[in-house]
């Protein structure tokens, strides 16, 4: 079974620190995904990175910084948290793209933030 | 207008029921399509795929309707279980970026 783990099911972090949300998989999957989820919204893409030290942009990036020095970890860094960013974050692990059933993703249990 | 559009519910429906989700798209070179499910405080997980022939996995069944730009998802003989969100979910290819609905909610109940 693929799994995604996440460094922490709750955060909690004041107004101006810097965050950092941590994801691996060990599927040896290229592709990494970090999402925000909020009601009503769905999920939105905040950054994805398909190979090491590769990494784009997604729907939502302003805000984040992302890092993936290893294939297996891709992590998520709020440079100085706010209060709008309070939600939760989902990591999602899928292989190259190309073949049927490529297309998935396998999602991390998420880590819902607060920032006070 | 959102990329992605689903009806968010509640559907409550009994035990036994058949209930159908539908949900439009917006841009016509979207390639591959999916049902995700996302039970309360979890994450999402596939449930299925859908293609274009319409593809049936026991009591799911999912069409593409590619002309009008929407996907469906019926649900026979609701159980229980199957309370949970369920998320509309395009690709426009390339590096597998997913474009998600903001989900619509089934309750069944007893």
């Known amino acids: 079974d693929v799994k995604v783990t996440q460094s922490s099911r709750y955060l909690v972090k004041r107004t101006g620190e810097k965050v950092f949300l941590e994801c691996v998989q060990d599927?040896?999957?290229?592709?990494m995904f970090w999402y925000r989820q909020d009601p009503g919204l769905g999920l939105r893409l905040i950054y994805f990175?398909?190979?090491?030290?590769?990494?784009e942009k997604g729907d939502i990036p302003e805000g984040y910084s992302v890092s993936r020095e290893k294939k297996e970890r891709f992590s998520l860094i709020l440079e100085s948290a706010s209060t709008n960013q309070t939600s939760m974050y989902l990591c999602?692990?899928?292989?190259?793209?190309?073949?049927?059933?490529?297309?998935?993703?396998?999602f991390g249990p998420g880590t819902r933030l607060t920032v006070l | 207008r959102k990329e992605v559009e689903q009806d968010p519910g509640p559907f409550n429906v009994p035990e036994g029921a058949t209930v159908a989700f539908n949900c439009t798209y917006s841009n016509s070179a979207s390639q591959s399509f999916f049902w995700y499910r996302q039970d309360c405080r979890k994450e999402p997980k596939l449930l299925m795929s859908v293609y274009s022939s319409g593809n049936e996995d026991g009591r799911f069944t999912a069409q593409l309707n590619r002309a009008s730009q929407y996907i469906s998802l019926l649900i026979r003989d609701s159980k229980l279980s199957d309370s949970a969100t369920y998320l509309c979910v395009v690709t426009l290819g390339g590096y597998n970026k997913l474009i998600f609905g903001a989900g619509t909610r089934l309750a069944v109940h007893p």
């Open positions: 990175s398909y190979d090491v030290k590769m990494k």
């Open positions: 999602a692990s899928s292989p190259i793209a190309g073949g049927p059933g490529t297309d998935t993703q396998y």
């Open positions: 599927m040896d999957h290229e592709n």
